[in-house]
């Protein structure tokens, strides 16, 4: 194993979780690589290998970590097209289509974003994390729309930072089964791993995991038993729209997991979801740039065949 770098922590506030600590220590690693560093064995807590993610931290507990490099994919580029909304030498920005995964993982290893844009743009290998270059966010495999990629290392960690700092802003269009009560709302509920179905999110306390999730929505069309939303996000959790959607009792059209899927005359790849605008600020120039995506031809047919049937 080739060590990146080992550190030495002293708990020195109140404790916590072992996982939800460290990944407060550590803010240029995801809770995701620190769980992993646990689950490998990598952490020491007073001289002991820990490997329990919940472990309850206490002031003056000792930790050393050691952190492994991280191990390269073989990224291949691929001929995908892409539908590209805006680009210049510092970053692009596209309209994903459904079906498409962001970046290769277990199962998908190949047919990605990543192995589309390593095409398109044969400098991105090393902008970023090594498995998924350029990826600044991602969307949901068949959650389709406006999706930013960095070109450079500068435009990389100016474009997180404003995710991080929510100063982009991300805006989804999705149908809904039923109608709320209410003409606009904010769900501010935080969203882990379901505590009894893995494969799944939830909404979860923060005590048993849950991260703050922050959803702002508002009604833009009644159609009868369904409801056309807009979503804009301050929080970028994963099915954060799709799980507050659920909890609302108001689940989104379509999706294999949070919804019961009904036929309404349109095959739909999964959920009605799409990111239809992203604001942000150039890395460079300092120019506001808004890039629109239209909604695909299967959306647009949902939205059709619902309007008629009122």
């Known amino acids: 194993m080739q060590i990146e770098r080992e550190l030495d922590l002293q708990v020195d506030n109140q ?89 290769p993982a277990p199962g998908h290893d190949s047919g990605t974003v990543v192995n589309a844009l390593l095409h ?72 882990g791993r379901n505590l009894t179905d893995h494969q799944k999110m939830a909404v979860v306390p923060q005590e048993k995991g849950g991260r703050q999730a922050r959803t702002t929505w508002k009604i833009l069309e009644r159609l009868s038993n369904y409801t056309l939303m807009h979503f804009q996000l301050s929080t970028g959790r994963t099915h954060q729209i799709r799980v507050h959607s659920s909890y609302l009792g108001h689940p989104l059209v379509g999706d294999p997991i949070y919804s019961s899927n009904h036929s309404l005359g349109v095959k739909l790849h999964g959920q009605a979801l799409h990111a239809l605008e992203l604001t942000l600020t150039h890395p460079v120039s300092g120019e506001l740039i808004t890039a629109i995506a239209p909604p695909p031809e299967e959306f647009q047919k949902l939205l059709t065949i619902l309007r008629q049937r009122q």
């Open 15 to 103: 404790g916590d979780r072992l996982d939800r600590w460290l990944t407060e220590q550590l803010s240029d690693y995801s809770r995701a690589r620190v769980q992993r560093l646990i689950d490998q064995g990598l952490v020491l807590v007073n001289g002991q290998i820990v490997t329990e993610k919940k472990t309850k931290l206490k002031i003056g507990d000792r930790l050393h970590l050691t952190i492994p490099k991280a191990v390269p994919l073989e990224l291949q580029p691929e001929a995908i097209a892409l539908d590209i909304l805006y680009e210049d030498d510092f970053l692009l920005i596209i309209n994903k289509p459904a079906g498409l995964v962001v970046h």
């Open 120 to 191: 398109h743009c044969p400098d991105l290998p090393g902008i970023g994390e090594v498995k998924r270059p350029g990826i600044v966010h991602r969307l949901d495999k068949n959650t389709t729309g406006a999706m930013v990629v960095a070109k450079t290392d500068l435009a990389y960690q100016h474009l997180q930072a404003q995710i991080q700092a929510k100063t982009a802003q991300r805006e989804y269009i999705g149908i809904v089964h039923g109608a709320p009560s209410q003409p606009q709302g904010i769900i501010d509920l935080p969203i």
